[in-house]
């Protein structure tokens, strides 16, 4: 697996019923300013996923958003004293994979099965879904993403097997509102890419300044060994902060 921003692409293929995929912090939007803008805001934070799994598999994304506490609750506990339907019924919000964005009746209570649900698609066959959301909210919320492939309708006692391994191939994006140098960072990451211009900056003026007092010394014979160690410490440091910088120019491209 790799990321790229905020973006996880991976084959995941685990015995866990219930796996954690990643975890971000989501800037507060309003969401008035959606229906202003035909329903996008481009202000607004955005989870986007686009899976490919079995057709044959019922395997659910399941949303933790209700705080620190809650998510350690869940995530603290073993799967003997928790088991995967108990943890997807304490989700903020689960997304059904199997499920189609059509709803089943005009409340939308429930949503429609996907056409290969229903058409004879083998179980065996591979299926791709995707979609969009937006988040809004008045503060700053952490997000914590979870695959999970266990029926929540289940019950453990009566049906004595409920939970199966996860197995898909995921493309997990998540972004914020703001600028584009913001956009794919989490909420407490904002900064980070304009503060490593500005360190890089100010250590290219003292990489220049200690290039000039080392020429100046070598003029006069005074050059000493300690001097040398400390321009090769500046070298490296800006070295450093060259290649932190690329990796955020990266990270935010």
């Keep these: ?113 996907h056409d290969w649900v229903t058409d004879g698609t083998l179980p065996t066959d591979f299926v791709t879904v995707e979609r969009e959301y937006q988040f809004y909210g008045s503060s700053s919320k952490w997000f914590y993403v979870v695959v999970a492939n266990c029926d929540p309708t289940c019950d453990l006692e009566l049906d004595g097997f409920c939970m199966s391994p996860v197995d898909m191939a995921v493309e997990l994006s998540m972004t914020n509102g703001r600028t584009a140098n913001d956009r794919h960072f989490s909420s407490d990451e904002i900064g980070v890419y304009n503060t490593t211009i500005v360190f890089f900056t100010f250590q290219c003026l003292l990489m220049l300044y200690a290039w000039c007092v080392r020429n100046s010394l070598l003029r006069v014979k005074k050059y000493h060994w300690t001097v040398w160690m400390l321009f090769i410490s500046i070298i490296l440091q800006w070295l450093t902060l060259l290649f932190n910088l690329i990796h955020y120019a990266v990270y935010a491209a």
């Design 1 to 113: 697996s790799f990321t790229d921003a905020k973006r996880l692409v991976e084959r995941l293929r685990t015995m866990e019923s219930w796996t954690v995929l990643d975890h971000f912090c989501f800037l507060p939007a309003d969401s008035g300013d959606a229906a202003a803008d035909g329903g996008k805001d481009a202000n607004a934070g955005m989870f986007a996923y686009n899976i490919t799994m079995r057709a044959g598999t019922r395997q659910t994304i399941a949303l933790y958003y209700d705080g620190f506490e809650a998510w350690q609750s869940i995530y603290g506990k073993s799967a003997s004293s928790m088991s995967c339907s108990e943890r997807l019924a304490a989700a903020s919000h689960t997304i059904q994979l199997w499920k189609s964005e059509v709803c089943a009746d005009a409340d939308c209570e429930e949503q429609r099965d």
